[in-house]
Structures are given as structure tokens and as C-alpha cells.
């Protein structure tokens, strides 16, 4: 329709008269309630919040909200306050002005919001009172008319607003009931936090449970009874009530981000296949599996895809990895892969791809000022308006089977201010001097007054809502009823990130850190004189390094600083080599410290070990992924990954002719292939570019300064089955990463 979607959000919890208690959930309804309204992907409405404002400038604001509307126009209207009834048993909402004794001037009549209601040329309105009628003062204060306070009473005129326009009126509790704040009436040292009535709202809408049909939309009614049952479960004694004048159809009030999938029961005899003795029986059912998962039955495709996860873990290599393979498949994918925006480009549309299963993935954003729009597989991304300069974040799009990461770019060029216009100079009177202008005086608290004034947001585009009858066909995107398997966990929207994405440039401050950190490294890890300096040394076993320029130390140094002098340019390339070189001295650093075989070199390492400690703090502040992933992983990718970190360790306990190995020089020795795979496996987990870009160089400048390191082993040792196994293992958990990276490319 071509309608707005507009929320007034109206909440008190400060009081001047003393006899009304301090409430402590309308702060918190207001911010959940204002923000899952204003969220283009749910509600879409332009929304006012008001908060703790006196009686008339709400009375202008609900005038105003009503006013100078068209019939499209989709309106609702928030309270979350006090109660009152007068004498007459009329219902009067409290403000943070109002006087219990003078309700008619210092409260807001129920029988005012009727009336600019009732005026309102707009069809399609809901009023939502989050209040309690019977019990707004402490026992032993006493107030007239202790009858009940009826909303359908001060409502009942809506009933003869004609011309197809419909009111809806819900309520938290009924007349006589307390509206309960987090399960138990307020108190002044109680935690602020939503009531019951509101969070259940916001959880309807936010989760898109309240869309009980499953038909992409949640309708008042629904949200209600979503509402209803919510609330029971915190306090049974508190109902939520809803009243329909002449109301047509259902009010859409939200999109659902969910559709529930529910997987249908597999064939009997697939399910014996599945546990059959052959290799190629079970082979057979993969692909059967498979089959089904790229279809167009999403039950079937969902119960697959979980039977598959089954088979991951057979005995069979070529059924695990087929098995591994198919799961693969059904992971959403989008084009284009990565969002460039700008004052050129305010908007880009992406596709979600991938078989129909994948396709009902939900697109959310990683930042507050990503916007974001889905209809069906067409996702389109904008920016709010931002700050000059580069901002970097990312979009999530999660569905039952999986999720990618999509980088998003928004680069705003410097605006350049233009000087004001120079003042007039006032004409000067005969005889008297020009009076000079009063510097303003900033009044105490006048700040604090202005600041607390709510102004509109600015109304987005209206959400195209279809007809009741014709809501079936604009389809959500849906997320699986059944939980999924820990594979596809879905990642929740995640803070705004300042974070360059794969192809950004890093910002001037960290090249600086970085390539001081490095020069230092440099200047602490000098070789001296030839054989004048032990890079190591153990006095149990005899075994020692000198300091030369052909060890990893050295080595490692001079590459982190070049590399951050280029990292300007190559972006996260560079700073994974960075980071390789800084956790290959770090870890150097640890065992030698800690396994006490740092000799007279004790000051350099310790200094080295911090230095290079702040540069992975600061590049974890620069590279940090919008989430950390650990699972889904090719399985052969996987198993080279470990193969290599085994084969380190098989290293680190090989004995040298001499009798010992370097497990026995320290017992820290187990930390290099424990690191060294536990890297590889994160480089292999990740999914977005950037993060498999400087994961899978750190993994590759470790695995070559661990080399490096091992030659003595060789040379001096004469060892070469513990130097073989080293470089076999490093080699195999590159091989592990570069694999993934290869495998990743090679899709579309």
C-alpha cells in the first residue's frame, strides 16, 4: 500500500506527585518497543518517543500523530503509564505533571485519544495501554469511585467511525488487574527492564513468533494471543484484553523474519539403508539425501539435510566426505559477494542462491547504520546517513542450513564546511553608540530539558503489505522450526564494526603501531658478533642456538616490518603476515621464558614477548571477524589441518642421537603444535574474505618462521627425522588452509 507505517511511543515512569509510585519498565519499553518498530525489516514505522513529558505537550503530540492523515496510512499509538479513573469512573492516563486530585487538566483523557481517533481520516489504527486501571497508588491511599476503570467504556465511540476504518485497543491486564513489571509489581530499587505485556511484544515481533500462520506477516490478532499466552507463563493473574470497533480484516502490524520449517519423516527403508553394513549402500543414500535437500519440498529437504549431518561422522571415508560435501552445498550463497556503497552507489541488490532450502535465509545487518530490506531471495542493502570517511561492516545471511558473511563498504567523501556569511554590521543612529549583542547565558538545566524533547525520525518507505486474504503469497524468509544442528547455528546481528573488510585499507594509526613494534623487534633481536650471543641455551641438556641472521627471531622482525610499511596497500594480505610474524616471536618468546632456557637473553625476549603481545592486540582490533567460527569445516581440509599439527608434535618428541628431544628441554614444546593447528583450523572455519585472507597468511608466515626454526635440528643436531616431521607438518597444515581457500574460490 502506499500508505505510512507511523508509531507514537508515549512512556512514564517519573512523577511530580509524590502519591503516584515510580514506575521503572516505561524506559525500557519505550527504547525495545521504539526499536524493533523503527527496524525496516520488521516493523518499518517512523516512530516518536516521548518520555516523561507534562500533560499538555502530550496532548499536541497525540493531536498532531492523529492530524492531517490519508486513509492508507497505518498508525499505532503506545502508552506505558499509570491508570486513574475520576469520580465518574472515567479513565484518565497519568503524565509526569499529573495531579490524582485534578485529573481533567493535568492528565490525559482516555476520552481525548477517542476523539482525535475517531477525527483521524486514517483507516488503520491500533492503541496499545500498557497500564493498570485499579491499582496506580500504595495501599492506604484512598481514591474515589473504586469501580472499575472500563476501556471498552471510554472506547465504545470507535464503534460508530464508519467508512470501512477499523480501531483495535489492547491492553496489558483487565480493569482490575496490576500490569506486572518482570514478573512482580515495581519498586524503586527494582532493575529497569521491559514489563511482561511489552517484552512479549517485542519478542513476538523480533523473533517472528508471533506469526502463528506462518504467512510472513504478524497480525494484531495473532500478536495478541502470542501476547497472551507470553504473559500467562510469567504471571497467570495479569490478562491481556483486545477491542475491535469495526475493524475489517486483519491490521498488519510487522513482518515475520521466520518461516517454520518442519522436517517431514523419511522413507523407512532410506532410514535401514542408512544403517546398512556396505560402504556403497550407504554411499547410495548420500545421494538420495542429497536429492531431497535440492528439492523443493523444504520438509523433506530440512530432514535430509539432518540425516546428513548423521552421516558425516560414518566410518566410510568417501560416505563422510560425500556426506560433508552435500551439507556444503545447501549453505546460502550471494552475489555479489561483497557491497560497495556510496554517494554513487546509495544502494546495491544482492541474490540469496543456492537450493530452495538455502534460499530462505534471512538477511541481517552487522552494523546500526546497514539497512536492510529483504523480498524473498532479493536482499537489498542502503546506509543510514554516517559520518565522512570509511565505514566497514558486514551482512549476515543465516538460514537453516548455514550462513555467509557479505562485506559491506560505505565510504562518504570529507565535506568541507563553508564559512558563514558575514554579519551585517548595524547602522549606526546619530549620536549613540551600536549596543553590543548580550553573549547567550546556558541556564542550569535547560541542556537537560531540550535534550529530553523527543523529535520524529525521519519516515522510511512504507512496507509494501498485501491484502489478508492475499498475504500467503508475499513469502518470508524462514529459519527452521526445530533447532538445528550446531552446524547452522545462525549468528545474531552483531555491533557496529570498525573493522576494514577484505580489499579496505587499515587505518594510518595501526600501520604506525605496527611498524614501530616491528623496528623494535628488530632492534632487540640483533644478532651480534658470530657466536657471541645464545638465541637459547639449556644447561640440563647441553643443546643451545646462536643468535644469527638466519634465524626465525631476526627473520621474523624484519618481515613485520615490512610488511606493515605495505599494508597500506595489500590490506589484510599484509597483515596476516604481520600477525604470523608477531605470534611466531610471541610464541618463541613463551617457551623460551617459560621453559627457563632463555640464558643471557632473558631482558630481550621479555621485551620481545610485549612487544609483540600489543601488535596481535591491535591487529585483532583491526582484522577481528564479525564472529569467531569454529564449525562447519571441509572435512578433508580438517584433517590435514590436524595430520600437521600431529606430525609438529611427533617432531617436538623425536630423540636426538644424543638421547633427548625438545620435549625434553621443555615441556612448553607441546604449545607449538597445539597453536599452530588451532590457527590452521580457524583459517579453514572462516567464511568471510577477509577473515580467511589474513588467517590463512598468519598460518603460512608461522608455519614458515617454524621451519626455519627446526633447521638446527638438523644441522646441529643431527636429527633429520625430528627436522622431516616438523616441515612435513607445517607443509600439511598450509595445504589444510590452502585447500579450503581453493575449494571456496571454485564456487560460484
Known amino acids: 500500500m502506499d500508505g505510512k507505517r507511523v508509531a507514537l511511543v508515549i512512556a512514564n515512569d517519573q512523577y511530580d506527585d509524590p502519591g503516584l509510585r515510580r514506575l521503572v519498565a516505561p524506559a525500557q519499553d519505550a527504547a525495545a518497543l521504539a526499536e524493533v518498530l523503527a527496524d525496516p525489516s520488521v516493523g518499518g514505522f517512523a516512530v516518536q518517543v516521548l518520555h516523561n513529558e507534562s500533560a499538555q505537550e502530550i496532548r499536541f503530540a497525540v493531536e498532531d500523530f492523529f492530524a492531517d492523515r490519508v486513509p492508507e496510512d ?62 496506580a497508588f500504595p495501599r492506604g491511599m484512598v481514591v474515589r469511585a473504586s469501580g472499575e476503570a472500563q476501556v471498552r467504556d471510554a472506547f465504545v465511540g470507535q464503534e460508530e467511525v464508519g467508512g470501512g476504518r477499523g480501531r483495535v485497543v489492547v491492553t496489558a491486564s483487565s480493569a482490575m488487574e496490576y500490569a506486572f513489571e518482570g514478573g512482580q509489581l515495581a519498586t ?32 494484531l490478532t495473532e500478536l495478541v494471543g502470542f501476547v497472551t499466552d507470553r504473559v500467562h507463563r510469567v504471571t497467570p493473574n495479569q490478562n491481556p484484553q483486545m477491542w475491535t470497533f469495526g475493524s475489517q480484516g486483519e491490521l498488519l502490524i510487522a513482518r515475520s523474519r521466520v518461516r517454520r520449517i518442519t522436517p517431514t519423516p523419511l522413507a523407512p527403508a532410506l532410514l535401514e539403508a542408512m544403517e546398512s ?11 538420495y539425501l542429497r536429492e531431497r535437500l535440492d528439492g523443493d519440498d523444504l520438509g523433506q529437504a530440512y530432514a535430509a539435510w539432518q540425516a546428513l549431518h548423521r552421516m558425516v561422522a560414518d566410518d566410510s571415508r568417501k560416505v563422510s566426505e560425500a ?83 557479505v562485506p559491506v563498504h560505505l565510504t562518504l567523501p570529507e565535506s568541507k564546511p563553508e564559512p558563514p556569511p558575514p554579519r551585517p554590521e548595524p547602522a549606526a543612529v546619530s549620536g549613540v553608540a551600536p549596543i553590543a549583542e548580550p553573549a547567550p547565558v546556558s541556564a542550569p538545566g535547560l ?114 616490518v615490512v610488511a606493515s610499511l605495505v599494508a597500506r596497500w595489500s590490506g589484510p594480505l599484509a597483515l596476516g603476515v604481520v600477525a604470523g610474524c608477531a ?35 591491535v591487529l585483532l582490533i583491526v582484522l577481528r571477524p564479525t564472529s569467531w567460527r569454529y564449525w562447519p569445516v571441509p572435512l578433508a581440509a580438517a584433517a590435514l589441518v590436524v595430520a600437521g599439527g600431529v606430525l609438529i608434535l611427533v617432531s617436538a618428541l623425536t630423540h636426538h642421537p644424543d638421547g633427548y628431544s625438545w620435549f625434553t628441554v621443555t615441556k612448553l614444546a607441546l604449545i607449538e603444535p597445539v597453536f599452530t593447528a588451532g590457527l590452521g583450523w580457524l583459517a579453514v572455519a572462516a567464511t568471510d574474505k577477509r577473515s580467511r585472507i589474513w ?46 581457500e581453493l575449494r571456496l574460490q571454485s564456487r560460484p
Open 323 to 405: 556426506a560433508g560435501e552435500a551439507i556444503a552445498s545447501a549453505v546460502p550463497r550471494v552475489t555479489p559477494g561483497e557491497v560497495e556503497l556510496g554517494e554513487a552507489v546509495p544502494s546495491v541488490e544482492l541474490q540469496v542462491e543456492g537450493p530452495p532450502i538455502a534460499r530462505t535465509a534471512v538477511a541481517s545487518p552487522g552494523a546500526a547504520w546497514v539497512r536492510v530490506e529483504q523480498d524473498g531471495m532479493t536482499v537489498r542493502v542502503s546506509a543510514d546517513p554516517a559520518d565522512p570517511g570509511t565505514h566497514e561492516s558486514s551482512l549476515i545471511v543465516a538460514g537453516p542450513t548455514g550462513e555467509c558473511t
Open 695 to 740: 588467517l590463512g597468511a598468519a598460518v603460512t608466515t608461522v608455519a614458515v618462521m617454524s621451519c626455519i626454526s627446526v633447521i638446527p635440528a638438523l644441522t646441529q643436531g643431527n636429527s633429520p627425522p625430528a627436522f622431516i616431521t616438523a616441515v612435513l607438518g607445517n607443509v600439511l597444515v598450509v595445504a589444510g588452509v590452502l585447500s579450503r
Open 447 to 560: 541542556e537537560t530539558a531540550s535534550a529530553l524533547k523527543a523529535a520524529p525520525v525521519a519516515e522510511p518507505a512504507a512496507l509494501s503489505e498485501p491484502e489478508p486474504e492475499a498475504a500467503a503469497a508475499s513469502k518470508p524468509v524462514p529459519v527452521a522450526e526445530t533447532e538445528p544442528e550446531p552446524t547452522s547455528k545462525p549468528v545474531p546481528p552483531s555491533l557496529p564494526s570498525a573493522q576494514p573488510e577484505a580489499g579496505s585499507a587499515p587505518p594510518w594509526w595501526a600501520i604506525a603501531v605496527l611498524a614501530i613494534g616491528g623496528v623494535a623487534l628488530v632492534y632487540l633481536n640483533w644478532p651480534g658478533p658470530l657466536h657471541s650471543q645464545y638465541l637459547w641455551s639449556d644447561s640440563d641438556t647441553g643443546w643451545w642456538v646462536y643468535r644469527s641472521w638466519g634465524d626465525a627471531a631476526i627473520l621474523a622482525s624484519v618481515c613485520a
Open 277 to 287: 553394513p556396505l560402504p556403497a549402500a550407504r554411499f547410495g543414500v548420500v545421494d
Open 583 to 617: 605470534l611466531s616471536v610471541l610464541e618463541d618468546g613463551v617457551v623460551i621464558l617459560g621453559g627457563g632456557i632463555s640464558a643471557d637473553e632473558t631482558t630481550p625476549w621479555a621485551l620481545s614477548t610485549v612487544v609483540t603481545a600489543a601488535m596481535v592486540a
Open 188 to 219: 524503586a530499587a527494582a532493575t529497569p527492564a521491559p514489563s511482561v505485556f511489552t517484552s512479549a511484544v517485542v519478542d513476538g515481533l523480533t523473533t517472528g513468533e508471533a506469526d502463528r500462520d506462518g504467512d510472513g506477516w504478524v497480525g
Open 74 to 135: 497505518l498508525l499505532l499509538l503506545h502508552f506505558s503509564c499509570h491508570g486513574l479513573k475520576n469520580s465518574a469512573g472515567e479513565l484518565f492516563l497519568a503524565v509526569a505533571d499529573t495531579k490524582p486530585t485534578r485529573l481533567a487538566s493535568t492528565a490525559l483523557a482516555a476520552d481525548f485519544v477517542n476523539r482525535q481517533m475517531a477525527d483521524s481520516r486514517a483507516q488503520r489504527i491500533a492503541l496499545f495501554l500498557d497500564c493498570c486501571y485499579g491499582g
